[in-house]
């Protein structure tokens, strides 16, 4: 269960936008968990990829790929800057 508290720091108006400044409180186990999501939909685009022969479905799973690849390196990111 995601414990992710939000709070608003500041509020400003620019061309007929809000724009609100929004501080989150993230902790270790909801990065970790979200961590283990992404490398499950990581292992279903491999196991995908290894059952279909559709050029159009492999192509759109290799561009899920790269962008889960990628999450999961911004959550890598992310853990290794707690301390211990």
């Excluded at 608003?8 to 902790?27: D, F, H, L, M, N």
């Excluded at 979200?34 to 292992?43: A, D, M, Q, T, V």
């Excluded at 962008?67 to 959550?75: G, M, P, T, V």
Aim: glycine letters at 6%; proline letters at 0%; one cysteine or more.
């Amino acid at each position: 269960m995601k414990r992710i508290t939000e709070t608003i720091k500041a509020v400003t108006y620019e061309k007929g936008s809000r724009v609100a400044v929004i501080e989150q409180k993230i902790s270790r186990a909801d990065d970790c968990e979200e961590l283990g999501n992404l490398y499950f939909r990581l292992c279903d685009i491999y196991r995908r990829l290894e059952e279909t022969e559709d050029a159009t479905e492999r192509d759109a799973l290799e561009v899920d790929r790269v962008k889960i690849a990628a999450e999961i390196e911004r959550y890598r990111g992310y853990l290794e800057g707690y301390e211990g």
